[in-house]
């Protein structure tokens, strides 16, 4: 499958529930990473890989997300009334990144059942699945490389990451078998959130898939599962023991990835995100050594 041909998609129909209550009325997706939505960094990374298709999986509250990618005519006028070249290219470039489509997830019954809501949108074509929570440093792509591996393979392609064991127990855990490409491994199974004891290794799956369109196929007979909803993991799952398919691998990424998905995680990811520009990072670390001095 071409990179030109594929898309992106991105599940944003979830209620936010663990940063509530600033997530009551504003979509968990909108929240600020310094000075860009979490979404937008997704966005971002999808162009970035050569995507310029990407579809939205939204729900209720969700309007935002839309409003923050389209144009804001009365604003831009303003900001060029004032001559402020620098904010009105960070406005346009929200507007400009790609060609984003929305559609409704109503209710929400898993990742799962959201990828299966993209079925019409992507068609025959191969997709990349991208989490919000998960944000990758651009310094450190990892989409290309699993575009790479799935046109290879023809196969469907999960981003795994080493974590330490004790930390284990909040993953999904991949069991593989190595293969001839370095830091490529074939996935003969996944069992989630297992005790250290019980992991089958220390690779957890993070928000990244390059999929085919067969995967729909197999989610449309999925059964619900853990939490009565509907798993993409069920359907990898699947794919990896078709003895007469092509099966699932996965990219071990070793470079930097944030998660805002937990509050503490979320402070972490800006901090360290605002630590490595060059416009916030050298006053930025002066005062964290300060700060950290008084503690």
């Not at 303003?78 to 209710?107: M, N, P, T």
């Not at 993209?118 to 990892?142: C, N, Q, T, W, Y």
């Not at 009565?228 to 069920?234: A, F, M, P, R």
């Amino acid at each position: 499958m071409s990179q030109s041909r594929m898309k992106a998609v991105i599940p944003a129909a979830g209620l936010g529930t663990r940063f509530l209550p600033a997530t009551k009325a504003m979509p968990k997706e909108m929240l600020p990473v310094v000075d860009k939505p979490a979404i937008q960094y997704v966005v971002e990374e999808a162009v970035n890989a050569g995507i310029d298709d990407v579809l939205v999986i939204i729900g209720r509250n969700k309007n935002a997300i839309s409003d923050h990618f389209d144009a804001v005519p009365e604003l831009e006028s303003k900001l060029v009334e004032k001559g402020d070249d620098k904010k009105l290219q960070q406005v346009l470039a929200s507007s400009d990144l790609a060609d984003i489509h929305f559609v409704r997830q109503g209710e929400p019954k898993g990742l799962g059942h959201a990828v299966l809501r993209a079925k019409a949108h992507v068609g025959e074509s191969s997709f990349a699945v991208m989490l919000g929570d998960d944000l990758i440093d651009e310094r450190d792509p990892l989409l290309p490389q699993m575009i790479e591996q799935h046109a290879k393979r023809g196969a469907a392609v999960v981003a795994l990451m080493e974590v330490p064991r004790e930390h284990i127990h909040l993953y999904g855990v991949a069991a593989v078998e190595e293969t001839d490409d370095e830091g490529v491994v074939r996935i003969t199974g996944m069992v989630e959130k297992p005790s250290a004891e019980d992991a089958p290794s220390n690779l957890a799956v993070i928000g990244r898939y390059v999929l085919g369109p067969d995967i729909f196929d197999v989610l449309e007979h999925t059964e619900p599962g853990k939490g009565g909803e509907i798993q993409l993991t069920d359907a990898l799952q699947e794919q990896a023991a078709d003895p007469n398919g092509n099966g699932v691998f996965g990219v071990v990424f070793r470079g930097r990835r944030y998660d805002t998905g937990a509050k503490i995680d979320y402070i972490q990811a800006i901090v360290q995100l605002a630590v490595a520009r060059p416009d916030l990072g050298p006053e930025l670390r002066d005062w964290l050594k300060d700060f950290a001095e008084t503690l």
